[in-house]
């Protein structure tokens, strides 16, 4: 049983509000397959329904965060049918998919090299710390393809020309070059810092109300894709489940009554 429990891809813990999503391959640097993707997609569905939950930590054992994808895997492509072929990313993008509408906020703690999916895997979180020993790459191109799936995510999270050039060019990104980019919001020096900062987050998302959160989230992805004029129209009317629902009475009540609020829990999103 044992053997069994360390073969697993990616295990989950629960500690105060933080729910963490470990990817536990460190000997293969933690690649980014089918099995990882569906281990993730549901180690995310589990947090997402625990009401004590407040917010979702991914971290990698060992040296690296993620490798992205498996060579070995990839490698056999071409003796694959082609529906075969088409179909096997699929459960990546399932995982890509979900993120947009995740109801709780997730934190990347990139504990070392994110390369490929795996910079993919960290610029679909909503928040991005990063020890600085941590590297970000697409490397695709040196061996024959492109990036292309984790656009979607990357394409939103990193200036147009900049993702172009690391996509072209599969160079790497430190930690301090890619908060200056903006797309790590935090460097941290070691693991225990990593660790540490993610604590501190769990602290700011626990005494935010998750129903705004949830809701928030959504219509950020929404209004920022619309053309400023839409965004302020859409926003009026987007903005009206905030003034009627029950997350701001119970914050005014509490800020006037000078007390902390009790906020309802949003595991069913």
């Known amino acids: 049983m044992a053997g069994e429990e360390a073969a697993r891809p990616v295990e989950t813990n629960v500690e105060g509000v933080i729910g963490w999503v470990r990817l536990t391959q460190a000997d293969r640097r933690n690649p980014l397959d089918r099995e990882t993707a569906d281990a993730l997609l549901a180690a995310f569905e589990q947090h997402f329904a625990d009401d004590r939950v407040r917010m979702l930590a991914v971290i990698g054992e060992g040296e690296a965060f993620c490798a992205g994808g ?22 990546i993008v399932d995982l890509h998919r979900r993120m947009l509408r995740a109801e709780k906020p997730v934190v990347a703690a990139v504990n070392g090299p994110a390369f490929a999916g795996g910079m993919g895997l960290a610029g679909m979180c909503d928040v991005l710390i990063a020890q600085r020993s941590a590297t970000f790459a697409m490397p695709e191109v040196r061996v024959g393809i492109f990036p292309m799936i984790i656009v979607a995510h990357l394409c939103r999270a990193l200036p147009r020309k900049v993702l172009l050039d690391l996509m072209m060019t599969g160079r790497p990104l430190s930690a301090e070059a890619a908060e200056r980019v903006g797309f790590v919001n935090k460097v941290v020096d070691d693991r225990e810092d990593l660790v540490e900062a993610v604590r501190t987050y769990a602290g700011w998302f626990e005494n935010a109300a998750p129903g705004a959160i949830a809701l928030g989230r959504r219509t950020f992805g929404l209004l920022s894709e619309l053309t400023a004029d839409q965004a302020l129209d859409a926003a009026q009317f987007l903005v009206l489940p905030f003034h009627l629902g029950e997350d701001l009475q119970e914050g005014a009540d509490a800020f006037l009554g000078r007390r902390s609020p009790s906020w309802v829990p949003q595991s069913d999103g």
């Open 70 to 91: 498996d060579l070995r895997q990839m490698g056999a492509f071409s003796l694959l049918p082609p529906r075969e072929a088409f179909e096997w990313p699929a459960s």
